[in-house]
């Protein structure tokens, strides 16, 4: 029985060895070659340029406060949000009164901020997402924001409006996933038409 | 069109998708394995390992090599993250703490990606790729191995040789996973998952801030992860992050793969037994169980249970845009039914008992269809049940696929069917009786011990995923946890292998008027029925003071 345990761990040794240069470079090389060549603006993050120099990813929120920006939703990814270092949720739990705080500080800003009565004020406003780098909003805190971005700006309000809609990604193949709008290029599109 | 209609919709495509590869899959699973031929590469790496695939192993050869394999594979794994500061791409991260190192490198060998840390604060690009995507590929082609050397054992007769585990193991890595984490690796970067060595790269942003985003061979990583149902991410956030799952249809084609082998599996047993119906009805029991289970999470997380979620009107904390509600209960229930644990969304954050039925998930043991070769074991091991606790209610000789189910046999599942409970109810116990272990807890009330069941319950099923709340990188839990990573996994393969042994030794009994039909529509009945007495007896106690009392009050 030793013999047996001693030569098969032996043996697994040598596999393991075998394998990890097959499965833990040949493989990783492998996908990063074709991807590379195949998706190469994907396979790099999907950085996003402006005026000559990177401004963001289209995958990875980041933070807009100001007025005349289209916001994000609330994030837990660091102490600011949207800071990839520290990807993740508040994981807080559907009956914990700090998240239900949380939730009643942030309806009264978003509300206050937007002109939108409390009530109406949408879901994904009030909570973070699970990433803390959500990169998009859906349509509806988009188009509730409008108004605000477009006084800030001195824009026309329906040229704001349209620039959402312009926006508004539908489900993948008419049904899989949500609607959505995504908030950095939003916001890029906003700074050309000012 | 509503929320519902698309949702539904979604489901229909993933079920269709999953019928359509279920036979081809399947008897291709049974031919690489009944296959006499070894390939080119797979020759070279016997010869390099200098192993014999010829060879033929008894049970407890099998056992040796499987248990001495993964003593290789974590002592490496731990020195790896242990000296990885001293290790090249290790873009300056230090070595884990021993505790951590501990408790990442069992977890990642057990298949069960259970992760104390978070990946883009702590790990280097040597140890994500040579390390834990290593070890996705690994334990998940050990899960199969194990399932595959099982069924030789209703195969062979008169007989105490069930394989040979190096065999089993490499035909899994180079037939199986390998092809098919490839060719998913590029569909998941052809969505927009990152693929690049590149280190952290801070900019500016738009409004003026900083950020700094970081990338590395996500992809590649992450095809495995799911596709192995190991479930670890390579950030923290998991499939939430956006550079592994960009999209609601990468989010989908994840929910896929991890659902994939699980799902065939009952098909190459029943190919390799001669009797596809065999194979029907442990699908049956497991497409049931997966089925009740997606309509309760999402009937919960869609109609918004819980305080927080019905006063902002969507259960969308910890969800992210893209997937909604719904992608993310079905990704959500997939992944603990298949012991994958990723996740795409926060389960700390799921409606009470949306939550609740991903920890039941878990609690069956994994068997909807459970991980990769485990949820056929686990399936494999209630049908043995079944015919004894049959046998003793109508007084029948208990035999599945003309094997007597003698005292060994029973002995041995029995201690199967109690080991995963052990290990949860006394971790869980430990934990709670002291006050450092309690003060781990997140979320107040009903919540904080399930957020204690939930860490142990997915540590010993090996599903790895988390009520994240739990602060669960001390020395206490990263020990407990990783014992029962190690206690869930390797004793009920030693258990599954003696039990293979047993019945490959036996002669095949001829079907008489007195034998029970195990390839039947009410064998299905009794099987799921089976499944959750066993689970609903051990643990309701537990899940009234959790999830149950949190969600029903």
Redesign the interface.
């Known amino acids: 029985m030793t013999r047996h345990l001693f030569r098969q761990t032996a043996a697994g040794l040598r596999m393991l060895l075998v394998l990890t240069v097959l499965l833990g470079a040949l493989y990783p090389l492998a996908v990063w070659g074709v991807s590379q060549l195949a998706f190469h603006h994907r396979a790099e993050g999907s950085l996003i340029h402006h005026e000559g120099r990177v401004v963001g990813s289209s995958l990875i929120g980041q933070r807009f406060t100001g007025r005349g920006w289209f916001h994000p939703r609330p994030s837990a990814a660091g102490a600011e949000g949207y800071d990839p270092r520290a990807s993740g949720a508040s994981n807080l739990g559907p009956d914990n009164p700090e998240l239900l705080d949380r939730v009643h500080r942030r309806r009264d800003a978003v509300s206050h901020a937007d002109g939108v009565p409390a009530a109406e004020v949408p879901p994904d406003a009030l909570t973070a997402s699970a990433s803390g780098l959500d990169p998009h909003v859906s349509p509806d805190y988009a188009h509730r924001q409008a108004a605000r971005v477009a006084d800030a700006r001195g824009l026309d309000v329906r040229r704001v409006t349209e620039l959402v809609d312009a926006h508004t990604g539908g489900r993948v193949l008419g049904f899989i996933g949500a609607e959505r709008v995504n908030v950095l290029e939003l916001n890029l599109a906003l700074l050309a038409a000012s | 069109?509503s929320?519902a209609?698309?949702g539904l919709?979604?489901i229909g495509?993933l079920v269709l998708a999953l019928a359509a590869v279920h036979v081809p899959l399947g008897d291709y699973l049974a031919r690489v394995y009944r296959s006499e031929r070894h390939l080119p590469v797979e020759r070279f790496?016997y010869r390099?390992?200098?192993?014999d695939p010829g060879a033929q192993q008894r049970w407890?050869?099998y056992a040796?090599?499987l248990?001495?394999?993964a003593?290789?594979?974590v002592l490496?794994l731990y020195l790896l993250l242990r000296l990885q500061r001293v290790l090249p791409l290790s873009l300056g991260h230090s070595g884990l703490p021993p505790s951590g190192a501990f408790n990442t490198a069992v977890s990642f060998v057990t298949n069960t990606d259970w992760q104390w840390y978070?990946g883009?604060?702590v790990m280097g690009q040597l140890a994500q790729?040579?390390?834990l995507?290593?070890q996705n590929?690994?334990s998940a082609a050990t899960g199969l191995a194990v399932a595959v050397a099982l069924i030789r054992g209703f195969v062979r007769e008169g007989t105490d040789e069930i394989g040979n585990?190096?065999v089993d193991?490499?035909r899994s890595?180079i037939r199986v996973l390998?092809p098919l984490?490839?060719l998913s690796?590029?569909l998941l970067?052809?969505?927009?998952?990152?693929?690049?060595?590149?280190g952290?790269?801070t900019?500016?942003?738009?409004?003026g801030?900083d950020?700094?985003?970081?990338?590395g061979?996500v992809?590649?990583?992450q095809?495995i992860s799911v596709l192995g149902t190991n479930g670890g991410g390579y950030?923290?956030?998991n499939a939430?992050?956006?550079?592994e799952n960009?999209?609601?249809?990468s989010?989908?084609l994840q929910t896929f793969l991890m659902l994939l082998i699980p799902s065939v599996l009952p098909r190459t047993f029943g190919r390799l037994v001669g009797s596809p119906r065999h194979g029907w009805v442990l699908f049956a029991v497991m497409a049931v169980l997966w089925t009740v289970g997606l309509t309760l999470t999402t009937v919960f997380e869609a109609t918004h249970?819980?305080?927080?979620?019905r006063?902002?009107?969507?259960?969308?904390?910890?969800?992210?845009?893209?997937?909604?509600v719904w992608?993310?209960a079905l990704f959500g229930h997939s992944a603990t039914a298949t012991s994958s644990g990723a996740?795409?969304?926060?389960y700390?954050?799921?409606?009470?008992l949306g939550?609740g039925v991903l920890l039941l998930n878990m609690l069956l043991g994994e068997i909807s269809p459970g991980g990769i070769g485990g949820g056929l074991i686990g399936m494999l091991v209630l049908a043995v049940l079944a015919v004894f606790i049959a046998g003793l209610m109508v007084g029948r000789t208990p035999e599945y696929l003309g094997r007597k189910i003698r005292q060994r046999e029973i002995t041995l599942v029995a201690l199967y069917v109690l080991a995963m409970p052990f290990a949860v109810l006394v971790g869980v116990g430990l934990a709670l009786a002291f006050p450092g272990p309690r003060e781990a807890i997140?979320?107040?009330?009903p919540?904080g011990l399930t957020e204690v069941l939930y860490a142990f319950v997915s540590a010993a099923n090996n599903n790895g995923s988390a009520?994240?709340?739990l602060t669960s990188g001390t020395t206490f839990y990263n020990t407990a946890l990783a014992l029962a990573m190690l206690f869930g996994r390797f004793l009920p393969m030693v258990l599954v292998l003696a039990l293979a042994g047993s019945l490959a030794a036996q002669q095949r009994v001829p079907v008489s008027s007195g034998t029970l039909p195990t390839h039947q529509p009410m064998f299905a009945g009794l099987l799921t029925g089976v499944a959750v007495i066993v689970t609903g007896l051990t643990f309701f106690p537990a899940l009234a003071l959790g999830p149950l009392a949190?969600g029903l009050k």
């Open positions: 069109m929320d209609l698309a919709l979604t495509v790496v390099l390992c200098r192993v407890t050869v040796l090599s248990l001495g394999f003593a290789v594979s490496l978070s883009e604060a790729l040579a390390g995507a290593v590929f690994l585990f190096w193991l490499v890595v390998l984490a490839f690796a590029l970067a052809a969505c927009g998952a990152v693929q690049d060595f590149a952290a790269h900019f500016t942003t738009l409004e801030g950020q700094t985003i970081l990338r061979p992809a590649s990583q095809a950030f923290n956030a939430a992050h956006p550079y960009p999209t609601a249809l989010n989908l249970h819980g305080t927080v979620p006063e902002v009107g969507a259960a969308l904390e910890g969800k992210e845009t893209r997937f909604g992608n993310s996740n795409d969304a926060s700390d954050s799921f409606t009470p939550g997140l979320n107040p009330g919540h009520f994240a709340g949190e």
